[in-house]
């Protein structure tokens, strides 16, 4: 046998509808199923060739129905095709010494305490398990069920809907099974362009969701599979049973796998889980009936009577890629050997180098502005409330509150330029000599231990400087990048911002005292 191996980029967002009785929100799956896969390709092969309604075409029938196996596409880790995790493995929990150490129920003989479920998509590279980071968006739109609301563009109720959709720029790896020549007259009926072909698919295809690039391999053999004294088996796919229901998975792998490959076979320790599957099959226009399967990642073992001959061997391997169950030509019922460890580790996954562009738009660069000067307002907030917390000692016995008020409204009514100058301006006309407030002006100390006094009504030193808050490490990083300058953060608005905080904080500081 055979295989075509295949890669598809998504080129925009992609939903691969989980469920179909979602109303608010349409989930998507990680992968495409083989069942997408072969509509994808019988798609492309009936207009490329013409065919129209004929669905007695020979070749077509052999190819679509039976002849080959359309399997997943996976998600892609370091250039292989991601398998479901087997349903026997376990994972430390984060944060403890076994936070990356691994167990499998199914090589090792006693469970290990703390450890915790491990699912997903992933790889096995020597004794280190790649777990796949798919990554998906959510993404709004205005629900217009009628007539009236799709004429009008919009909502009358108001009424939205969610996507989840699998992000653009992601890579899955999928192959196609079977005989050399019925591959070859596939590939060759595609007529692909330098080994590729575009294609829409999922939910929305035809507006701004599911465009992919299907990039297609050499035609080559399968690989071979070792077979050790233990056997260990995986479903690659989910296994759907002849049977309409099924209370047993122990039943349903005897019935549909360990009896078909012969009286020395039987079914040992099993790890499973059951799944419904269900698809929308876009000509006819109608949902299958939704069915129930074993999972993949359905993990178990096959014990031997006697030892494996060749024919065995042979026959197992044939059963392997030919499928068990219904539907294989969609991909189901795909089994692959495991083989158990005590000594999993998960594997580290590679860091994304991300580049710095040359240049940015004026947007870009506005907005980057806006971010930095949030920053640094709450910087300064926060420096503004630690400095006021220095005062709590000489606010004690007394009730300050009137005269920090009296402060923060001078200040708020100097304006917005020159913000010193006014207010150093606007004191000295509020300042009656002997009186109290010139009093409690000479009596409380900045930060720095500068007086009030001399600071507001002199040229002592503020104890923060903008020029200080202007090198924090947050601006050392787009220095070159983003030219943020005085002009960006002036003076006049870090002085604002740090004594409006600061005589606010004083008087909460004084008010709490008090009570």
């Not at 129209?52 to 292989?80: Q, V, W, Y």
């Amino acid at each position: 046998m055979h295989r075509l191996e295949f890669v598809i980029k998504t080129l925009s967002p992609c939903v691969l509808t989980s469920t179909s009785n979602a109303t608010i929100m349409t989930g998507t799956h990680s992968a495409f199923s083989g069942s997408i896969i072969r509509g994808i390709l019988a798609s492309r092969f009936v207009a490329v060739q013409k065919l129209t309604d004929e669905a007695h075409d020979k070749t077509f029938r052999e190819i679509f129905f039976g002849g080959l196996k359309f399997l997943p596409a996976n998600p892609e880790i370091k250039d292989k095709r991601a398998f479901v995790l087997p349903m026997s493995l376990q994972s430390g929990k984060a944060g403890t010494p076994d936070g990356d150490k691994l167990q499998d129920l199914l090589g090792d003989e006693k469970s290990r305490r703390g450890y915790k479920s491990f699912r997903g998509f992933g790889v096995l590279k020597g004794k280190e398990i790649f777990k796949a980071q798919v990554k998906t968006n959510m993404f709004m739109h205005m629900s217009r069920s009628g007539e009236k609301e799709r004429t009008a563009g919009r909502s009358v109720d108001g009424q939205i809907y969610n996507y989840e959709a699998l992000d653009a720029g992601q890579v899955f790896r999928g192959e196609i099974i079977g005989d050399e020549k019925l591959l070859r007259q596939l590939r060759d009926g595609l007529a692909l362009d330098g080994e590729q072909m575009l294609a829409y698919v999922g939910r929305s295809k035809f507006t701004q969701y599911g465009k992919c690039l299907v990039t297609f391999k050499e035609i080559d053999e399968l690989p071979a599979q070792i077979f050790g004294d233990k056997i260990f088996l995986l479903l690659d796919t989910p296994l759907i049973p002849i049977a309409d229901c099924f209370l047993s998975a122990e039943k349903i792998l005897t019935e549909e796998i360990v009896d078909k490959l012969g009286e020395k076979f039987s079914l040992g320790k099993v790890f499973a889980s059951g799944v419904e599957v269900e698809n929308f099959v876009v000509p006819w226009g109608m949902k299958r009936p939704r069915v129930s399967a074993l999972a993949a990642g359905t993990v178990f073992e096959l014990k031997l009577s006697a030892p494996l001959t060749d024919d065995d061997k042979k026959l197992l391997r044939v059963k392997m890629f030919e499928g068990f169950g219904l539907r294989t030509e969609e991909g189901f019922g795909q089994v692959r050997i495991w083989q158990p460890s005590s000594d999993f580790v998960k594997g580290s996954p590679d860091k994304e180098e991300i580049t710095r562009p040359e240049t940015f738009s004026a947007e870009t660069v506005m907005l980057a502005k806006k971010i930095l000067t949030s920053h640094l307002l709450e910087q300064v907030r926060i420096d503004a409330y630690e400095d006021a917390k220095k005062l709590r000692p000489k606010l004690e016995g007394g009730n300050y509150t009137h005269f920090f008020t009296r402060l923060g409204g001078i200040l708020s009514s100097v304006g917005k330029k020159n913000v010193r100058e006014n207010f150093k301006s606007r004191l000295e006309l509020e300042i009656r000599g002997g009186s109290r407030f010139e009093d409690h002006l000479k009596k409380f100390e900045m930060a720095n231990g500068q007086k009030f006094f001399d600071v507001f009504t002199g040229n002592a030193e503020f104890p923060r400087k903008v020029h200080d808050l202007m090198n924090t490490s947050a601006l050392e990083q787009v220095k070159g990048v983003i030219n943020f300058s005085d002009e960006d953060f002036s003076e006049d608005e870090f002085l604002t911002e740090y004594l409006t905080n600061y005589f606010r904080a004083a008087r909460k500081t004084g008010g709490d005292r008090n009570e």
